[in-house]
T-cell receptor
């Protein structure tokens, strides 16, 4: 079955450490996204990529970095510069960018829950 | 005014009840509208897109009112399995980051 796989599901990190969250999709989607969700908050966009080898900052990109070397993969690195990294991180994809086609919907991965100790 | 606003609830209803959620959006240039469902500690999943003419999917009905800038979701004959958080999502296409998520409305259906 096609879908999005995120790993790890749970991750604990000490302050000052960088961590990388994996996101792989086999839906053949061009666009991929990273969102952050905090309790009682709406999803906020960190980075998005409309096509391979291209990515753009979202609303809260500071302290994060991404790469898009393959269509299937869009890893997110949470750096030590991110001041409050404890959150639920969601990766999503769509067949084309939602900035281009309003009818496009997002498919989400199961999420990665990061806790900074 | 926040871009997408929802009543956070919780809405506590008995099985079989009809419940309605509203969502207001601030940008009149908004193009597309959706309801997603999110179970506790899980990822959001598309419940339904919202079309100008209104649309229905089984027990769920979505309506769009562009003049008043709100969308609604009606759930009839509530089931225990409907307990979840319902996210209102608005797409403004090229404007900014396009998709704006509401904070969600929590529904709890009890027997």
């Amino acid at each position: 079955d096609g879908g999005i796989t995120q790993s790890p599901k749970y991750l604990f990190r000490k302050e000052g450490q960088n961590v990388t969250l994996s996101c792989e999709q086999n839906l053949n989607h061009d666009a991929m996204y990273w969102y952050r969700q905090d309790p009682g908050q709406g999803l906020r966009l960190i980075y998005y990529s409309q096509i391979v080898n291209d990515f753009q900052k979202g609303d809260i990109a500071e302290g994060y970095s991404v790469s898009r070397e393959k269509k299937e993969s869009f890893p997110l690195t949470v750096t030590s510069a991110q001041k409050n990294p404890t959150a639920f991180y969601l990766c999503a994809s769509s067949s084309v960018s939602v900035r281009v086609s309003g009818a496009n919907v997002l498919t989400f991965g199961a999420g990665s829950r990061l806790t900074v100790l | 005014r926040k871009e997408v606003e929802q009543d956070p609830g919780p809405f506590n209803v008995p099985e079989g009840a009809t419940v309605a959620f509203n969502c207001t959006y601030s940008n009149s240039a908004s193009q597309s509208f959706f309801w997603y469902r999110q179970d506790c500690r899980k990822e959001p999943k598309l419940l339904m897109s919202v079309y100008s003419s209104g649309n229905e999917d089984g027990r769920f009905t979505a309506q769009l009112n562009r003049a008043s800038q709100y969308i609604s979701l009606l759930i009839r004959d509530s089931k225990l399995s409907d307990s979840a958080t319902y996210l209102c999502v608005v797409n403004m296409l090229q404007a900014g980051t396009a998709l704006i998520f509401g904070k969600g409305t929590t529904l709890s259906v009890s027997s």
